[in-house]
């Protein structure tokens, strides 16, 4: 686990090696490095074996909310500075993001390296996985400009649920909309689940401070409508 302390020891790691290209996957809300979806992802990258593989975002799932996305990109991206300055590639580094990591962190990180660096340094790939809805009491967030083309020399999008917690419009030079991408069909089955599981512990956090019903409703809630958000990282891996 690295810090803004010594996040540039990374390279010194035993495990990371500087002539293979980084993916930074940096998740979304109430994600975190317990969860299904990154335990996924970080599986699939870690047994291609052609990738260094760096997860991103606040260690409290509490705190990776949107109010707090323009302090983790601002961090992220002098730490991201401090590698690239100490001579790793820019041509190596990929932002993977997923849901709030997409919608907001991922192009503040790369806007604040292209201002810092006067346009010299510019993210070669964003992936973003079913960007975040940017909600209207986020609005008036000066990080609610949401991710373009302009965030990379490239920029793909994978939507799957535009109805809930994703977005409807287009993202980047490519937009890959799953099953039309709103509703993902194996969310209504038992997969649904699987994604469940590992939220247990904040369902239950919000279940004991309100009406016994609720814990019932919000279960029901997410395995129909947060499924369809998460198979988003599913179809990546």
Known sequence: TY?????????????????????????G??????????????????????????????????????????????????NL???LNDGYEISKVNFVAFSLGSKAIAPLT???IRRISKGTLQIPKIVALDPGKVRREEMHLVCHQKLNRNDAKFVMAVHTDCEHWGTRGSNGHVDFRINGGCEQPSCFNNLSKFFTRGWDTH???YGSVSPPDFLINLKLFL????????????YWV
């Open 3 to 27: 810090d803004p302390s010594n996040f540039i020891t990374i390279v010194n790691n035993v495990h990371f090696d500087d002539a293979k290209p980084t993916t930074f996957y940096i998740y």
């Open 29 to 78: 809300t109430l994600e975190g490095p317990w969860t299904p979806t990154v335990i996924a992802v970080k599986n699939a990258y870690l047994k291609n074996g052609k990738f260094n593989f760096v997860l991103v975002g606040s260690q409290n799932p509490f705190l990776q909310i949107f109010e707090n996305a323009p302090i983790i990109a601002q961090t992220f991206a002098m």
């Open 81 to 83: 500075l401090d590698i």
């Open 110 to 112: 790369s806007r604040i």
């Open 203 to 205: 369902i239950y956090f």
């Open 223 to 234: 395995a129909r409508s947060i499924c369809s958000h998460l198979m988003a990282p599913i």
